[in-house]
């Protein structure tokens, strides 16, 4: 098993668990504020082990690396698809000048945020 989280807004902790469960932890409260199974809807996400599941964009918002494309979080812990990848993604990225990158076997791909 494994795991990824990042602090969300208004410190929340987003995570996902063995690349398919995505949760959001209140810390304060010390409660689960919302969990839901991934793997069915969008599949699973970037490689075990992989580094940097989660992206966070220039205005701090948060993107997930899928195997097959990137995934935007809405205030609402709604997940949306919002570019497909021609090649399956396997391992996570980064935010650079207003594209998210991300590996491919050997070729680093990017994505512009619109």
Sequence with gaps: TYSDMCIGPEGLVYGIADGKKFFVFDPLNRVIVHHQEIDTI??????YQSPRIFVKG???EIYLI???GIVKVDTEFKLKMVAESPLKI???GDY???RIYFV????????KLK
């Excluded at 969008?42 to 490689?47: D, H």
Aim: proline share 4%; with cysteine.
């Design 42 to 47: 969008i599949g699973k996400t970037v490689a």
């Design 58 to 60: 220039p205005e701090n």
């Design 66 to 68: 899928f195997a097959k």
């Design 90 to 92: 396997q391992a996570g």
């Design 96 to 98: 650079l000048d207003g």
């Design 104 to 111: 491919c076997g050997s070729h680093i791909c990017s994505y």
